[in-house]
């Protein structure tokens, strides 16, 4: 018969509790890093990976509001960061924008929510990568999100849409 274990799930469930450990581990990794190598481009399985975070999210009603755009020009990126105040940031690898569609999602604290899902699958697989990351607000009314309206053209995304958080990566200095 099937090893249970104490909460009555079989062998495989067990395994899985064994890599709750790796997790939790994975959970303390993340920490917001705010200086970064400047001459690290991200390699592609990384791009890859990150991508797939940012799709594996929870959704309300499964309507998928989020967009998302992972900007890797370092120029421009540097610019965007001194404007915002934080140079030191500037020197990441992508910054991942994140916007929200209200025709699709018209209850903006949801949009909110799963941008906060989005940023945290993305903050924590770039942690399963070796890489930092750091979440970067979007205040209503700042130069950032007045930057991030601009770029709605470059990500691709309606102009309707709102930004809602962006995620800077890179590997910590
Ligand atoms: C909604 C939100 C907005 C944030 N905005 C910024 C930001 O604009 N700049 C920044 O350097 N850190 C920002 N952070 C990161 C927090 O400062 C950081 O998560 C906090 O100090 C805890 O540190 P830890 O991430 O290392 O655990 C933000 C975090 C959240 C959740």
Same mark, same amino acid.
């Not at 991200?42 to 791009?47: D, I, S, T």
């Not at 929870?58 to 915002?84: C, F, H, Q, V």
């Given at each position: ?13 067990? #395994?899985? *509790?064994? %890599? ?39 959704? &309300?009603?499964?309507?998928? /509001? ?5 900007? *890797? ?20 690898? &992508? ?6 569609? /209200?025709?699709?999602? /018209? ?8 941008? %906060?899902? #989005? &940023? ?6 770039? &942690?399963?990568? %070796? ?24 990500? %691709?995304? *309606? ?11 890179? *590997?910590?200095?």
């Amino acid at each position: 018969m099937e090893k249970r274990n104490a909460h009555g799930k079989g062998e495989g469930a067990l #395994l899985k *509790e064994e %890599g709750r450990v790796e997790f939790k581990e994975l959970l303390e990794k993340r920490r917001s890093v705010r200086s970064y190598r400047n001459d690290r481009p991200l390699k592609e399985e990384e791009r890859e990976r990150i991508l797939l975070a940012a799709t594996l999210v929870p959704s &309300a009603m499964n309507k998928r /509001p989020l967009r998302t755009y992972l900007l *890797e020009d370092r120029g421009l990126i540097k610019r965007i960061l001194e404007e915002k105040g934080q140079p030191s940031i500037g020197d990441c690898s &992508a910054l991942l924008l994140v916007y929200g569609d /209200p025709e699709v999602q /018209p209850y903006r604290p949801f949009l909110d929510q799963e941008a %906060g899902s #989005l &940023a945290e699958n993305v903050m924590l697989m770039a &942690a399963s990568l %070796g890489l930092g990351t750091v979440w970067l607000g979007v205040h209503e009314g700042a130069p950032f999100e007045e930057r991030l309206l601009a770029l709605r053209k470059t990500a %691709g995304v *309606e102009e309707r849409c709102l930004p809602l958080a962006a995620v800077a990566i890179g *590997e910590a200095l």
